[in-house]
């Protein structure tokens, strides 16, 4: 902890001084970030480490597993901080951030591994879906560690599929105001993957490329033109 403390003298000292301009537009004009970014509280993964980010480029959620329940009546504190982001600060781009070596992907790997655990266990069953789509949809004999890298990729498309049930979120998706995207960090490698939403495979980000996305901006209208003109 003293590790720690010595930092927040360094940031007093040294790091505010040097940003101190930022700082105060901040403080003065309030904050516009680029994006959401909700992605796994492991202390492996620091959002703005990881996409190099200045203070007030990111709005920024974690949480053990990145997860995002379902919308629901009850209130959350992941879903007031997705509604906060749309609504309040008007972010366009929602990042869902997985890693390997995930420990609540883990978990998942085999049943009753959190029996000590029960309100670790409750949340996780926002997970089940990839726990389940890897049991009943991928080969058999796939070991503990592939089952592992397996669970926490769908974990991410899982955890994308819940935002659409927020209605800023599917509000602003039908406007195409939103757009979605799923990334996974391999720790070992250094290397971020995307979602490409049309191939449904996870994807290397590259400089030279297109991003992949998982759901891009994009107007969606249920009812057709024809439809619409009638009704009027």
Not at 19 to 41: D, E, F, R, V
Not at 70 to 89: K, R
Request: proline share 6%; aromatic share 6%; hydrophobic share 45%.
């Amino acid at each position: 902890m003293n590790e720690l403390i010595g930092r927040v003298f360094s940031f007093e000292k040294h790091v505010f001084p040097n940003q101190s301009a930022l700082y105060n537009h901040l403080a003065s004009n309030g904050q516009s970030p680029k994006a959401l970014m909700i992605s796994c509280a492991d202390s492996r993964i620091v959002p703005e480490h990881i996409m190099q980010a200045e203070p007030g480029d990111l709005f920024v959620c974690r949480n053990a597993g990145n997860i995002v329940p379902p919308f629901a009546t009850q209130n959350g504190g992941v879903s007031s901080t997705v509604e906060y982001a749309v609504m309040a600060l008007g972010v366009r781009d929602i990042i869902v951030c997985g890693h390997s070596d995930c420990g609540a992907m883990k978990a998942l790997v085999h049943d009753g591994a959190l029996d000590s655990m029960p309100n670790v266990a409750a949340w996780l069953r926002h997970s089940h879906a990839a726990q389940k789509v890897v049991r009943e949809s991928y080969p058999a004999d796939l070991d503990d560690k592939a089952k592992h890298h397996a669970i926490s990729l769908e974990n991410v498309v899982a955890q994308i599929a819940h935002l659409r049930t927020h209605p800023s979120v599917a509000a602003g998706i039908a406007r195409g105001e939103i757009a979605l995207h799923g990334w996974f960090v391999d720790i070992h490698a250094g290397q971020v993957l995307g979602l490409d939403g049309e191939t449904g495979q996870f994807v290397p980000l590259r400089e030279d490329q297109p991003l992949p996305v998982a759901l891009p901006h994009a107007r969606r209208i249920a009812a057709g033109s024809t439809y619409l003109q009638a009704a009027e």
